[in-house]
């Protein structure tokens, strides 16, 4: 049987952000960081297609921006659930929001559910200017409870070089959410700012039973051979393929995988065997 590939990390844009560049980078200081320069990639849903079969990607989980501004995170949903209607369900669409906004967060969560968003991400409460460990962050996970929601979040590695787009999240914030977060299926992007590589200390490993990390731009953070040691550590039943495309071409991060060193049997479920049972598609 061939083997199904999900990428749960990609990003896509309305045509009228890349469009408007300017405009967003002058309103959103997140934005304006990590795509103000005129080669960062922007990429629509009919790009992510393209690459898709270019690089014989089946599904691709397609993430909302962390706007500051909630009319941003609504017209952003509403291109994710549109763009995943008409893939006919080959794009995974996890919506976008601010839970600085209270009441209208809430609503928008709500909406985007039974729009059929399968999650919520690339979430970065600290560059919202929201706390996760904090009201907020508990308003969320229920409402991630009630809906059947994954939660994905952008996690700042404590090390390492600077990069744009590296603070989004401290991952002692993120350890603490997760680790009260129950049954919840929370993700980790880039390997979870290296969390799992904790996972070996018996308290760290008792409070990660819902935690997922996802393998996206690894290649500007890690040498590959740390998919070895996550996967021992965590499980390879946790780790997702992630390419955060358009920054890594799908088809390069495909081959990162499978150069990577795991056995074939830790490359399927990396690939797309663990991705389909935390979207219940398995």
């Known amino acids: 049987m061939r083997l199904v590939i999900i990428d749960f990390h990609t990003h896509v844009f309305p045509p009228q952000v890349g469009e408007n560049r300017p405009e ?20 629509t849903a009919e790009d992510l297609l393209h690459s898709m079969d270019g690089a014989g990607v089946d599904l691709s989980v397609a993430l909302g921006f962390a706007w500051r501004d909630h009319d941003d995170c609504v017209r952003h949903n509403d291109y994710l659930l549109e763009a995943a209607e008409k893939s006919g369900g080959r ?11 209270g009441e209208r967060a809430v609503n928008e969560v709500e909406r985007c559910a039974r729009g059929g968003a399968r999650g919520l991400g ?30 994905l979040f952008h996690v700042t590695e404590p090390a390492g070089h600077e990069y744009p787009g590296k603070r989004g999240l401290r991952l002692e914030s993120f350890y603490r959410f997760v680790a009260g977060a129950g049954d919840l ?38 040498e590959p051979s740390v998919l070895i040691g996550v996967a021992q550590a965590l499980g390879p039943d946790r780790l997702l393929f992630g ?30 065997g663990s991705a389909g049972r935390v979207l219940g598609f398995t």
């Open 24 to 43: 967003y980078v002058r309103r959103d200081p997140t934005f304006a960081e990590m795509y103000g320069r005129v080669r960062a990639k922007i990429a």
């Open 91 to 101: 794009i995974v669409p996890f919506c976008t929001v601010n839970m600085q906004a």
């Open 122 to 151: 690339e979430l970065r409460p600290d560059s919202q200017g929201w706390l996760l460990n904090g009201e907020a962050g508990e308003a969320l996970a229920n409402l991630a409870a009630r809906h059947n929601l994954v939660l």
């Open 185 to 222: 299926a929370v993700v980790g992007a880039h390997l979870a700012g290296g969390l799992p590589l904790y996972a070996p200390m018996p308290a760290v490993r008792n409070a990660l039973s819902g935690l997922f990390a996802d393998t996206a731009a690894l290649r500007y953070l890690y």
């Open 243 to 272: 390419s955060d495309y358009p920054l890594v071409e799908q088809s390069a991060a495909i081959e990162e995988i499978r150069a990577s060193g795991l056995d074939a049997a830790a490359q399927q479920s990396v690939l797309g």
